[in-house]
């Protein structure tokens, strides 16, 4: 299994300003991705970080608001951009292993905007 | 579009019940599936997966589920459950893509 980490754990912005969250894994992997989990909610899938290219969004997620950077094959970076409070989520950080379809979370950011 | 469909969004039980969780999903073509289980506090964990053969998987602290794919469900069952299983539960089927689509989650609440 992988080991992930994000940073910041949580955070605590005001409406209006950014903030970019840090997924590092322990080791290489093929695919990793950004979801979003509202409070009492399920998880939602925000985009597929690919390597050296463009993410890839979900309907209802817009680079502009979510940029998405993944420079190799261990880190990736989510930005939330113009935060607002309907922001206040938790983000979550997930990686599969190449030749696996089993994908590990990380522990996640938790954002409240005010 | 493909879906996950949990059946129960909260569920009460006494330590020492049986637990059973719904889970179905709407796709035609070939899946992965996975239960995921979030304990107070905690990140997501798995719990146990399915990717083919045997359709009963047996996962993580006792808990199994069954394939059935002529219903396209894949319900977790544990036959006792402890306080410490007090969680929340997330079915996901796994695309092609390799993206996981979840379902809503069931919050499961065991009294001591």
């Known amino acids: 299994s992988a080991v992930i980490s994000q940073k910041p754990s949580r955070d605590i912005c005001q409406r209006g300003t950014s903030l970019t969250i840090q997924c590092q894994v322990d080791s290489q992997v093929t695919m990793m991705f950004w979801y979003r989990q509202q409070p009492g909610q399920s998880l939602t899938l925000i985009a597929t970080?690919?390597?050296?290219?463009?993410?890839?969004?979900e309907s209802g997620f817009v680079i502009d608001k979510f940029p998405i950077s993944r420079p190799n094959l261990t880190f990736s970076t989510l930005t939330v951009s113009n935060m607002s409070p309907e922001d206040s989520s938790i983000y979550l950080c997930?990686?599969?292993?190449?030749?696996?379809?089993?994908?590990?979370f990380g522990p996640g950011t938790r954002l409240t905007v005010t | 579009a493909q879906s996950v469909s949990q059946h129960n969004h909260h569920v009460i039980l006494s330590e020492a019940a049986s637990l059973e969780l719904g889970c179905n999903y709407s796709y035609g073509g070939t899946v992965n599936l996975f239960w995921y289980v979030q304990y107070p506090g905690q990140h997501l964990q798995l719990l146990l997966k399915?990717?083919?053969?045997?359709?009963l998987v047996k996962g993580i602290k006792g808990f199994e589920a069954e394939f059935i794919k002529s219903k396209f469900s894949f319900n977790l069952r544990k036959p006792s459950v402890q306080w410490s299983d007090t969680a929340e539960y997330f079915c996901?089927?796994?695309?092609?893509?390799?993206?996981?689509?979840f379902g809503q989650g069931t919050t499961l609440q065991v009294k001591p």
């Open positions: 399915y990717f083919s053969g045997d359709p």
């Open positions: 996901a089927v796994n695309e092609v893509t390799g993206k996981l689509i």
């Open positions: 997930s990686v599969t292993a190449a030749n696996s379809y089993e994908q590990y």
């Open positions: 970080a690919n390597q050296g290219s463009e993410a890839t969004y």
